[in-house]
């Protein structure tokens, strides 16, 4: 990618394609585009298309996606499947159509087995049966993925796909009925305090193992992907690290200043029981995560306090 080169950045207002926005300005990008949905319908074929044509963009991050908490995931089961793949297949389709020089598509890390081995490389996708509570959403970024590997084995394109593991930071979402785990504790510990509440609840059983990478720094390793990578495989990205929900949750508690007790409400899922990404093929090609969990909890949760004011 040159300075000048046109990078169309779908869903750059969301938590991963407003960091992505964020990191080509700091690297001297000046050429950025961006739609909101009332400006560009991606589940339109016809607007893509029309799009492409028209805005002719060089390189492409497809940041956008329909994504959402175990809650949303089990309830929304069809709109999270039919609505992600119906974006992907127009910008993938279009960007093919249209010659695009590079493609990078994201994924998640939820794309892999349950129950397969941690940490977890990038090879063991397919290897066994998904997490139930968000099977629509994983098999969507599975068909994106292989869209990607497929338009490059048959037609040569350069689309690369990456996956990440869990992410928060700026632009998160923190509605309680659809939102992650990270935001979801920043803001019921923020409320908590507020309100003097003498505890807050926590669905499961607080035992699972997770991993958190702050937003900035996959917006980094999604812009050097795609300066320095044409693979076919996908690549990790991730921390290698990883907590408790438990553990996760007193760090919150800490951060945000909240005294009461936690409270775990088992009658919930507790969803896979440890998810942990391999990145080590990432870290080889020269990248390595920057922020610590505790600093990028500060900075979400003081992002959230800024955003409530």
Request: with cysteine; hydrophobic share 35%; aromatic share 12%.
């Amino acid at each position: 990618m040159n300075k000048n080169s046109r990078i169309y950045v779908a869903g750059h207002r969301g938590l991963v394609g407003s960091a992505i926005v964020r990191n080509l300005k700091e690297k001297g990008y000046t050429n950025i585009i961006g739609k909101t949905h009332n400006e560009l319908d991606l589940m339109s074929q016809k607007d893509v298309r029309s799009f492409f044509e028209t805005e002719k963009p060089e390189y492409v991050f497809q940041a956008a996606a329909k994504v959402g908490g175990i809650g949303a995931n089990s309830s929304y089961p069809a709109d999270f499947i039919y609505e992600n793949m119906e974006m992907q297949n127009n910008i993938i389709k279009a960007a093919h159509d249209f010659k695009v020089k590079k493609l990078l598509f994201l994924g998640s890390s939820c794309i892999y087995p349950k129950n397969c081995p941690q940490p977890i490389k990038e090879e063991y996708l397919l290897s066994g049966y998904l997490e139930p509570t968000n099977e629509g959403y994983a098999i969507a970024k599975i068909a994106g993925l292989k869209m990607c590997q497929f338009f490059k084995r048959e037609y040569g394109d350069n689309f690369i796909s990456c996956m990440p593991t869990n992410l928060y930071g700026p632009n998160d979402n923190f509605d309680l009925n659809n939102s992650h785990v990270m935001p979801a504790l920043i803001r019921k510990f923020h409320e908590a305090k507020v309100t003097n509440s003498p505890f807050v609840e926590i669905w499961g059983s607080g035992k699972p193992l997770r991993e958190f990478l702050y937003v900035d720094d996959m917006a980094d390793a999604c812009v050097y992907l795609m300066e320095n990578y044409d693979g076919e495989e996908h690549v990790n990205v991730g921390t290698g690290k990883e907590l408790t929900i438990r553990e996760l949750a007193e760090m919150v508690k800490k951060v945000v200043g909240f005294n009461g007790e936690l409270k775990f409400n088992t009658e919930k899922p507790d969803g896979t029981m440890r998810k942990l990404l391999d990145v080590s093929k990432l870290e080889k090609t020269g990248w390595k995560y920057k922020v610590k969990l505790e600093d990028g909890v500060k900075m979400e949760y003081e992002w959230f306090e800024n955003k409530c004011k």
